[in-house]
């Protein structure tokens, strides 16, 4: 492994920080703290510009290389937010706050992300400019869809923009990625059926909800089975059933909520357009009416194929070719990043975490050994996309 003996330098400094936002976990879009630490560490690392508050909580940094100007502006993009998890760890720097916990290594994502600013407001070996993105609200709140909403892009000029969430399971100094779907479309839905309630006895006087929701839950999943490309991917889960509370009572309603998960969006169109004909068909058979509330969540995270080559040459400079996997599987989580990806091309890359507990688990803990690995990535995007 190359790292910039610089970066080794400051690595042990980095964990001190990824640390202190582990024992200082804040929700969504109530990175306060958090977003507070990495405006004021910005602005003392010599940052060309710091803007705070973008995407309520957002943080956005600008540096300039010391090359001549190639007029090439890349975007590096961390997010802030942990979990409602209450932490089962004994760490010296386990959460001071139960009920939050950095259970997803965004703490480690901050502090490495903070460290690739801080080396490259250093050094400055480099043309063009890096804008540095501390996103809140990942885990849900849609923190990136508002950043962009408020026009960061155009803003700040970027041109490409690029990802890394840590991965448990993975060793610590290899990368995994794919061009393409990378991470699912996550997708949700409530379903209320009405018929008519009554006595259990006298079922031939009711519209009975509860058996018209158990031939919807059996035919949702025929979205998979009979509609889907079996080369293409979809889930199509429910998770929660509500309806009655008797032994000897059918009820006047009946509640199904659950999540569709896609990797194209082709087949995120059929999927939803699917569930609607088969929940109003199906109920209008069995004589309920049916209400369908259908949410659509994070898109697709598609890696755009130039920027997925460009990342897979600068992870393998790093660790070499051996320890970056170019074709890892997608996953059917999703990731708050697909926005930016929507608007700009670029790549969402996975780095080892080593033998952790796995992502949002309450024995979880980001691995500090990995710091130098994501700071050198963060900075080698930098220094090779737009060398000085
Ligand atoms: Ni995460």
Redesign the pocket.
């Known amino acids: 492994m190359t790292i910039h003996p610089r970066i080794e330098a400051m690595s042990s400094e980095i964990a001190e920080w990824r640390r202190d936002f582990h024992r200082n976990p804040e929700l969504l879009f109530d990175v306060f703290r958090t977003a507070q630490v990495v405006a004021d560490k910005l602005k003392a690392f010599g940052c060309d510009e710091v803007v705070t508050g973008i995407g309520r909580t957002g943080v956005v940094a600008v540096i300039k290389g010391k090359g001549a100007p190639s007029g090439k502006v890349i975007g590096l993009r961390a ?1 802030m937010d942990a979990l409602p998890i209450d932490e089962q760890t004994n760490l010296p720097y386990r959460s001071a706050t139960p009920g939050k916990m950095h259970a ?3 703490d480690g994502h901050t502090a490495m992300l903070l460290g690739a600013a801080r080396y490259l407001a250093e050094t400055r070996n480099f043309s063009g400019t890096a804008v540095i993105i501390f996103q809140p609200a ?1 885990e849900g709140g849609g923190g990136g869809r508002e950043m962009v909403k408020e026009g960061m892009m155009e803003r700040f000029g970027v041109q490409e923009v690029y990802g890394m ?1 840590n991965m448990p399971g993975l060793p610590v100094g290899s990368f995994a990625v794919r061009p393409g779907a990378m991470m699912a479309a996550a997708d949700r839905f409530l379903i209320t059926l009405e018929g008519r309630g009554g006595h259990a006895a006298k079922p031939n006087d009711t519209i009975d909800p509860v058996v018209a929701s158990a031939q919807i839950i059996s035919a949702l999943q025929t979205i998979a089975s009979r509609n889907c490309d079996p080369l293409d991917s979809v889930v199509v889960s429910v998770t929660a059933v509500k309806a009655g509370e008797a032994f000897n009572v059918i009820p006047q309603t009946a509640e199904m909520k659950g999540t569709v998960r896609t990797l194209s969006k082709e087949m995120r169109d059929i999927a939803e357009e699917r569930l609607r004909a088969i929940v109003t068909g199906i109920a209008a058979a069995m004589g309920c009416k049916a209400e369908i509330e259908y949410e659509r969540g994070y898109p697709v995270t598609f890696n755009h194929a130039g920027q997925t080559d460009f990342a897979t040459r600068v992870a393998s400079s790093l660790v070499g070719a051996a320890n970056v996997d170019t074709s890892v599987p997608p996953t059917m989580g999703s990731e708050d990043f697909s926005f930016m990806l929507e608007e700009r091309p670029g790549s969402y890359i996975f780095m080892g975490n080593g033998d952790s507990a796995g ?1 949002h688990h309450p024995a979880y803990d980001f691995n500090d050994k990995a710091i130098p690995v994501g700071v050198a990535y963060w900075a080698g995007l930098v220094e090779t996309a737009m060398p000085a």
Request: with cysteine; charged share 30%.
């Open positions: 997010d997803c290594g965004h990942e969430h992502l």
